[in-house]
Structure formats: structure tokens, C-alpha cells
Antibody, heavy 121, light 111 residues
Framework: EVQLVQSGAEVKKPGESLKISCKGS????????IGWVRQMPGKGLEWMAVMHPGHSDTRYSPSSQDQVTVSADKSTNTAYLQWRSLKASDTAMYYCARPANRSSWFGFDLWGQGTLVTVSS | QSALTQPASVSGSLGQSITISCTGTNSDVGGYNFVSWYQQHPGRAPKLMIH???NRPLGVSNRFSGSKSGNTASLTISGLQAEDEADYYC???????????FGSGTKVTVL
């Protein structure tokens, strides 16, 4: 089965670091872009970043640039989203997603189940 | 980058047709055919309904259709059904930051 499985919910304090994961299976992981989307409580979707695990090309939205880092481990078919220093405003659901076509990063047709990150003192 | 503009809410009766608009600029919606539409039910991950302006992924009902005119993309849902009640988001490639941007979201209510 083609799927993306994300790591479990996290509760962190402001200033702590965090790395959440997204494991792809059922397809050739290195041939599709992987994107990350944020959804703050009760709010809309925000496009954060996208990365190609095969050649490591990475794009960030202006608001995510310098705030998070995306990476991937080809040996385990896993993508990561990490923070060096969390803020309360990072509290959100984070989704990883894969596009429908190998040739672009547009149109995410495969989604992970989401990872809820709560940052609170 | 600014989100694409969608109406906050749209409603329709069972069996009716509704259209959701997504307005951008010639740097995003108007300049490229990389417009997608997503459906999101509460507590669920989004689901791709339309990509590349008007293409439906396998398994998506043909009651959903997409189009574009100038800087505005549209999603039409025909034969409205109860299960269509959800939030809908458009997205588009944007040259203003060479990435992608989502719309503000539209809550669809089936009366």
C-alpha cells in the first residue's frame, strides 16, 4: 500500500528542539517530492517547504525559511521536519504530503495522517 | 506570501451546484496552470480533488470540476451531497517566492 506514516504527537517547551518524521512506503521514495504543510488550530493550510529526496533540492516558503529545516534519509525512506528552537506559535498540526506526479511538486495526492505539535511552558 | 483569496463560506441545497472562487494575481493563479483544490473534513488530512486547474485524480467524483479565467480559479461542485460539506482550499505556484501558496479556505455547507 502506498502511504506516508508520520511520527506521533509531541508536547514540547518553548526553546526546545524537535524533529518529526514522515516515512514513505509502497513507492520509490527518491522519485517524488515530499512537502510539509502546517495547520494551526482552527486555521487554514499553510505551505511550508518541499524537498526532493533523490537530489535534495529544497524550497521553503518565506515564512518557513530560517525557522525550520527539511531533510530526508534515503536509506530509510523517511523525510524530516525539524526546529532548533520551538515557539508557542509553532503549535499546529503538521502534514507531510507527496504530489501526484514525479515531475513536479504541485498537487499533493498522498498525505500523512498528521503530527500534532504542542509547544507550551 | 499572501494567501489566495477565497470566500469564507458558500452554501447550497442538496442536489444544487455551487462554485468556489480562488483569486490571485498574474504571479500565481493567472500566470500558471499549477492550481490545485483540496477538500478537508474536520479532523482529517486534506484530499486532492483537482490538480493542474482542471484534472481530477483517479477516484474523485466527476461532480467536481475546476476551471480558470484570468487571475481567478474556480471549483464547481454539482449535484451537491451531504458528504461534500467540508472546507475547501485552492493552491497555486507563485513566482513571488518560487514556491506554492494556499488559499484562505472556504467552508461549504449543505442545506
Amino acid at each position: 500500500e502506498v502511504q506516508l506514516v508520520q511520527s506521533g504527537a509531541e508536547v514540547k517547551k518553548p526553546g526546545e528542539s524537535l524533529k518529526i518524521s514522515c516515512k514513505g512506503s509502497g513507492y520509490t521514495f527518491t522519485t517524488y517530492w515530499i512537502g510539509w504543510v502546517r495547520q494551526m488550530p482552527g486555521k487554514g493550510l499553510e505551505w511550508m517547504a518541499v524537498m526532493h529526496p533523490g537530489h535534495s533540492d529544497t524550497r521553503y516558503s518565506p515564512s518557513s525559511q530560517d525557522q525550520v529545516t527539511v531533510s530526508a534519509d534515503k536509506s530509510t525512506n523517511t523525510a524530516y521536519l525539524q526546529w532548533r528552537s520551538l515557539k508557542a506559535s509553532d503549535t499546529a498540526m503538521y502534514y507531510c504530503a507527496r504530489p501526484a506526479n514525479r515531475s513536479s511538486w504541485f498537487g499533493f495526492d498522498l498525505w500523512g495522517q498528521g503530527t500534532l505539535v504542542t509547544v507550551s511552558s | 506570501q499572501s494567501a489566495l483569496t477565497q470566500p469564507a463560506s458558500v452554501s447550497g441545497s442538496l442536489g444544487q451546484s455551487i462554485t468556489i472562487s480562488c483569486t490571485g494575481t498574474n504571479s500565481d493563479v493567472g500566470g500558471y496552470n499549477f492550481v490545485s483544490w483540496y477538500q478537508q473534513h474536520p479532523g482529517r488530512a486534506p484530499k486532492l480533488m483537482i490538480h493542474d486547474v482542471s484534472n481530477r485524480p483517479l477516484g474523485v467524483s466527476n461532480r467536481f470540476s475546476g476551471s480558470k479565467s484570468g487571475n481567478t480559479a474556480s471549483l464547481t461542485i454539482s449535484g451537491l451531497q451531504a458528504e461534500d460539506e467540508a472546507d475547501y482550499y485552492c493552491s497555486s505556484y507563485t513566482t513571488s517566492s518560487t514556491v506554492e501558496v494556499f488559499g484562505s479556505g472556504t467552508k461549504v455547507t449543505v442545506l
